[in-house]
């Protein structure tokens, strides 16, 4: 304890004191006579020099410790700008305090600081989840009377997260239903922590934090907290995860919060001093304020936090672990589903037997993982508690191998309450007592909580409990999802087939359902219940629909009862005792599961002898005939699909099990890179690897690459040196610059105002959709005297008729052909001279100011070596801009694709900067673009021209008729949807920043007037404000239904499964064009590490186009208007036709 610290008020009958022997810290006083929110202020008074946490991130980066006096001198300016941004104070007219929603994407060190800067400013906090939806936040938000909400929505009220978007739309929405609403701004971590933005980092200045901290009166001086009661008054407010409808708001005062507080004084351990890693518990949740706050405050223990980022780093089964190696803890929490995946790799079991103890709870982990953990000498300790109940289990650092129960703390007090079920079965029921009380009381008459837990006793030990699972039939998967069953049964037994269905799942992944039939099944025979799963089917898909995807039933969980030899169990009211069902199938459930994995035992399913491309498929063949062999007549079609030969998604499942297994015996790799890293190839299997290759030739290639490693590495380093050769070929050998002459024979001399005035444009391209409104926007422009509009010629119509056309259909007025300023020019920009009269060539020589390269040929199935043409017409076009008479060299534009960064996996953005080839891989038509950038960049060093390289994300259709090419990738998604039934949905997270059409044109001549010290730009033409995915397929679909032809909707990945299997029915592609684009499609299902756009790509930062162009800063959100113009065009077109 530090030295001049007042007298200890340790909480009343506690059983280890914390910190005991650390002279660092002083807990704080527990007898209410200090309000929580000034426990900031005594750890900044007593225990300055403690540390709170340490910040750890990837890379050979010391880990920086952050003590008391840096994180609470933090706290208080975020108080200070709080109390600052809501000038008539904390107080509402009846004396208690404002609430303030907080919903932010931050890291959990920068959240924690906004939660108590909220508390210490004098307000109640409420922690929202970013999961919530939009009407749920609303909902919350309504619920407690909060007026304020502290979070971000984009510089310049321009969201660019769906995070943003949501605040956005809320605080939208609440103001127009008249509900009074402020957004106060979200400092972020830069400004709250300086120093952490530098790299390398500073060393914490004392005097200089302390000199810009502003001092904070006590809390008790502030009209939210006169009078306030120590223990009522509020402090925090909690919501439950609102699984089966909104979330339920939970308030904590003064009391109950100090019970998160003085939790660790009830075990047998001193924490005091630990370094603790608990980055899997979110800010919001009670188990992370628990872990977040309480422990380091009311402890002193030191906790383990990700560096502040943007974005932040996301908490994934590698980053935890990464946690858990570079900070050296003590003690860590684990995820469950984390914890699952770490019990299959007996290095990282290892590691976690170096910790005192495993802490794990939130969600059930499966039963084999803890036994896996414990033999491996891990230490596990079952936490277990509740929002309206607060963290109620003992820490116990004391290993036992009867790991599944929980040991319930002596604070609490507790009892069982027998289930109306069976006898034998019981909740348990937490009572308010002199120094404990539950959060909210829902028993009548008493002040107790009933948590509708069902509990089972430990058979000889007092106060430990083993947590089966909710009575209300709520089941908690390995992941912590939840599925509500109660819904999804009775959908199934809307079957006539069908007498009772009880879904399972608890503690995995991979829901179930037991049904037991009204017309009894022969279950010996398996013909029989495929029969009766086929019959029923269409009822199980009817209940996947209405669930949330990890509910999803597949066919072969389906377990079909026996009802005259085993009956469900039942109450005597005639209702199903669904935890006794439970227990009654427990050994034809974990059967079930075992099955997926009993097959790797198989001699078929033994690794390779020989790891060679030769001993791989033989495996895999052996692999794909030992799972299919029941279904089949005769082995396997090597080069035929799979799926179409009968395997079925548990038989996928086998597969990939059988693949990891056997690859896990495989010796590892090591890849050729400066670091000479070791690579495990069974990390990088996809989950659905065998729907991506579905044919055992495809799948041992695939297998082989794995092995290899460096395969990918070799063919990545030929197509960088294709690209490389082609700069070098078109990139050297400039012509000598033409000094222009006036008429007096000396050197002319430019007038940048007579420049910006009299713009002379040579257009490539200006039939196509972008360079007709491209041409379109030149020739309304006063500050463009002449367009040279350059196409190639055509043997079936003039230049004029396609032109005309070309304006026609994108609703460009007819007129416009015959515009003074425009000149039609037929030629070949790969020929020497442009293929045009020598004497028109010399007039551009003399006139053009201006060159925007946009003809290109679409093709994703063309090398980089069948571009060289296009590459070549790009070099002769520079050459024109170097041949130039005039005295200022014409700026060359080209409008180049996202497709030259389709290979970026860094986080954040891509930058608005010249990028290496690597970036480019992927396919030819993005790595040849890539060629010509670099071409560009050479001729802006070498002869000093000055390029603009527009990377164009995807165009949308026009604002004017909505025109969009039919042949696009996302028209033929919708006419598949039409012709499948159904439209694919993705997650709220898949956003989309498609451009339209004439806005990029309009942004394009902007930049081009756009004045610039820079010789050479990198500009992004993609929409700086995301809409979602979801938002246009919705759209869609209303507007088919409008027009008679209704659609349903389906997770994209089952949708894109679908695609796929039609591709072998006769005629499938003519009729279903999108059949063509099954490569690109398949993006759509690939999750990525960083966060990417639906389909797979890249999110980009527009600032510096933003600043070119008005058009792009100021342009609307993407909204269901937008989609009913594209589709009026697409129908127009024939799309459905």
Known sequence: MTSGAPEARFPPGYVTQQSANVPTFTPPPFDGSLPVGEFVDWHLRYSEYHNYCLLVEDGDQENVPITYGEFCRAIHRVAKQ????????????????????????ADVFTYFTLLLGIIRAGFEVFPLSNRNSDAGIKHLITGVDAHYLLGSVGTENKPRTALQQSIYTVVTELKSDNYDIALLPEPHFTEIYPRLARRPITPYDREADISRTPVLPPLSSLPSYHNADPHSHPCLILHSSGS??????????????????????????????????????????????????????????????FMPAEPAVQTTAETALLSFKKSHCDWCFGVPAFLDSYSNDPDTIQLLATKRAVLFGSAPLPEEAGDRLIAGGVNLVNIYGATEICIVSRISFERKTDWLYTEISPMT??????????????????????????????????????????????????????????????????????????????????????????????????????????????????????????????????????????????????????????PLARTPKGSIARNSVLQQYEDEIEKLYATVHEYTQYEWAQPPSVWDEDGIYDFVAR????????????????QRDLFEQGCDSLQATLIRNSIIHALRSCPMITRQSETQTQTDPARNVPQNIVFEYPTISSLAEFMTQLVNGARETRQQTGDVAKMLALVTKYGTDWPSPINARGEDG???????????????????????????????????????????AFNRPSTSQTVTERQLEAFVDRGIPEKMIRHPKLVLVEGDTSESGLAIDSALYTEM????????????????????????????????????????????????????????????????????????AEVALGTGYGESKWVVDKIMRAASEQRGLRTTTFRIGQLAGSMVNGAWNTT?????????????????????????????????????VQAMHHQSTDVNRTLHVCHPYVARWNMVIYAIADYLERKGRHLNFEPYWTWFQRLEASANESGALQKNPALKLLDFLRSGTIKHTHQREAMGFPLVDTQKMQTTSSTLSNIPRLDVSDVERWMDYWVAHGLFA
């Not at 904390?90 to 932010?104: E, Y």
């Open 82 to 105: 709080i109390q600052d941004a809501v000038p008539d104070g904390p107080a509402r007219a009846d004396g208690m305090p404002k609430t303030i929603a907080l919903l932010s994407p």
């Open 244 to 305: 089966t409808k909104f979330p339920k708001t939970i308030r904590q005062n003064q009391r109950s919060t100090r019970h998160l507080l003085d939790w660790p004084w009830y075990g047998d351990v001193d924490l005091g001093g630990t370094v603790a890693s608990v980055v899997g518990t979110p800010g919001f949740h009670t188990g992370g304020i628990a872990f977040g706050i309480a422990l380091p405050f009311g402890a002193g223990v030191t906790l383990v936090n």
């Open 413 to 566: 007090s507790h009892r069982l309450q027998a289930d109306d079920e069976a006898g034998d079965i019981y909740r348990l029921v937490f009572e308010a007592n002199d120094h404990y009380s539950p959060a909210v009381y829902n028993i009548p008459g008493e002040f107790a909580y009933d948590t509708n837990d069902v509990a089972v006793p430990h058979p000889t030990q007092k106060n430990r409990y083993r947590i089966l699972g909710r009575a209300d039939d709520q089941i908690m998967h390995s992941t912590g999802e939840k599925t509500n069953p109660g819904p999804l049964e009775n959908i199934l037994c809307g079957s006539p087939l069908i007498k009772t269905a009880v879904y399972f799942g608890r503690a995995r992944i991979q829901t179930g359902v037991i049904v037991e039939p009204f017309i009894p099944v022969d279950i010996s025979s398996e013909a029989a219940i495929a029969e009766f799963r086929n019959k029923i089917w269409p009822y199980v898909e009817r209940a996947n629909k209405f669930g949330p995807s990890h509910s999803r039933v597949f066919k072969e969980y389906v377990l079909v009862s026996d009802p005259v030899n085993k």
């Open 623 to 638: 692999v794909i005939n030992g799972v299919m062999k029941e279904g089949v007549g005769g082995p396997i079609d090597a």
């Open 746 to 788: 000396e050197p002319a001399t430019n007038n940048g105002n007579d420049y910006a005035h009299h713009q002379c444009v040579l257009l490539t391209g200006t039939t196509g959709t972008l360079g007709a409104y491209i041409l379109s926007s030149l020739l309304l422009d006063d500050q463009v005297e002449k367009v040279y």
């Open 845 to 916: 020589l003399s006139s053009v100011t201006c060159i925007i390269h946009n003809a290109w040929r679409l093709d994703f199935n063309m090398g980089v070596s069948s571009f060289e043409s296009h590459i070549r017409g790009a070099r002769n076009l520079m050459d024109l801009a170097l041949k130039s008479e005039r005295p200022e060299k014409p700026h060359f534009f080209f409008t180049s694709s996202i497709g030259t960064i389709a290979n970026w996996t860094r986080k954040g953005p891509v930058p608005e900067e010249p990028l290496e």
């Open 968 to 1004: 696009d990738w996302v028209p033929h998604i919708v006419k598949a949807g039409y012709i499948m039934g159904s439209l694919p949905l993705m997650g709220e997270e898949d956003v989309i920043s498609w451009l339209p059409v004439d806005a990029a044109a309009v942004s394009i």
